[in-house]
């Protein structure tokens, strides 16, 4: 069973940088695309990125398009979020989930994943 655990957010300022970290503790999310949501409060879960597994084709948001990049390491089960010029409405919980096939299903909703969902890890951009 996949299991992925989010890290790497906190509080920064704008225009600052994080990374974020979906670690794959069930060692199984080789096989599957994995995206990134967030979810602000008052607001629905939305797709921010995804990366296929088989060709690694990456798919971003449109505001997030040029900002953020998404890899994974697969040898380290982990998959990695970089947000770079970050905007106060980038302030979320952010999440990693599995997709339902090894492509991305784009755009990426919560449907087109597979669970569990983690805990998620809070991005605050802030002065």
């Known amino acids: 069973q996949v299991r992925l655990v989010e890290s790497g957010g906190g509080l920064v300022q704008p225009g600052g940088s994080l990374r974020l970290s979906c670690k794959d503790l069930?060692?199984?999310?080789?096989?599957?695309?994995i995206g990134w949501f967030r979810q602000a409060p008052g607001k629905e879960r939305e797709g921010v990125s995804c990366?296929?597994?088989?060709?690694?084709?990456?798919y971003y948001a449109d505001s997030v398009k040029g900002r953020f990049t998404i890899s994974r390491d697969n040898e380290q089960n982990t998959v990695y979020l970089q947000m770079n010029s970050l905007k106060p409405e980038d302030t979320a919980i952010y999440y990693c989930?599995?997709?339902?096939?090894?492509?991305?299903?784009?755009?990426?909703?919560?449907?087109?994943?597979?669970?569990?969902w983690g805990q998620g890890t809070q991005v605050t951009v802030s002065s």
């Open positions: 990366i296929s597994a088989s060709d690694r084709r990456t």
């Open positions: 069930g060692f199984t999310s080789d096989y599957y695309a």
């Open positions: 989930a599995p997709g339902n096939f090894a492509r991305c299903q784009w755009p990426l909703t919560v449907a087109s994943t597979r669970g569990p």
